[in-house]
């Protein structure tokens, strides 16, 4: 069974941008959660999508956004970028029984 | 201001020795707990997970202890490799039977050496 895979890997882009990063989770996983891991704030969660709805958000401002598609795939979108957005976007893939699995992340670098 | 980063405790072992890592939790209510190990550019990789109804599990070649009393976790990893060496973080969540919870909360991660 195929891992979840993100892409792209790497991202390099300038304040003020917008990003979308991918996840397409294991296949039969439903539920999509999204994390940022930073070296100051550690794994922080951004939000679940479970069935094309969004279940669950943290604490990050409305410039984070996402969505999941009817096939479970996901996405999700930071609008005008700051330079303290650079970071690893994990995404994890859940089939209904608590444990997420994570890809391999993308790593954001804001200039 | 600048950001300063995470101060990562860090357990050094010896090859073949064994290695305990400690976390310990925050919601009293958190009924769900998993380890995970994190290779430099890498994502997470489960390791093992525990509910509270149990106070120990074991894996092959680590095992978790859970203390509720005082919301304390513990990981041990029995004969440790050089490939052991990671970042391991404890996670928390709410448990949800059938269903799913999608924000585990993350601990600050400890970083581990493995020694040859």
């Known amino acids: 069974k195929a891992g979840v895979t993100q892409t792209p890997r790497y991202l390099i882009k300038t304040r003020g941008q917008q990003v979308t990063l991918s996840c397409s989770p294991i296949?039969?996983?439903?539920?999509v959660s999204w994390y940022q891991q930073t070296p100051g704030q550690g794994l922080q969660f951004l939000f679940e999508y479970f069935s094309e709805t969004q279940r669950n958000k943290g604490n990050f401002p409305g410039r984070f956004s996402g969505r999941q598609f009817s096939n479970s795939r996901s996405e999700m979108n930071v609008s005008t970028l700051e330079l303290g957005d650079s970071a690893l976007y994990l995404c994890?893939?859940?089939?209904?029984?608590?444990?997420?699995?994570f890809g391999p992340g993308t790593r954001l670098t804001v200039l | 201001g600048e950001s300063v980063g995470l101060h990562l405790p860090t357990l050094s072992v010896q090859e073949g020795d064994n290695s305990i890592i400690n976390c310990a939790y925050s919601n009293s209510a958190s009924d769900y707990f998993i380890w995970y190990k994190q290779e430099s550019g890498k994502g997470p990789q489960f390791i093992i997970d525990i509910r509270s109804n149990m106070d120990k599990r074991q894996g092959q070649r680590v095992t978790v202890l859970l203390n509720k009393t005082v919301k304390h976790l513990s990981l041990q990893i029995a004969a440790t490799q050089p490939g052991d060496s990671a970042v391991y973080f404890c996670?928390?969540?709410?448990?949800?039977?059938?269903?799913?919870?999608?924000?585990?909360?993350f601990g600050k991660g400890t970083k581990l050496s493995v020694k040859p």
């Open positions: 996670a928390e969540n709410k448990a949800n039977y059938g269903g799913s919870q999608g924000n585990l909360i």
């Open positions: 296949s039969g996983h439903r539920s």
């Open positions: 994890a893939s859940n089939g209904g029984r608590d444990t997420q699995y």
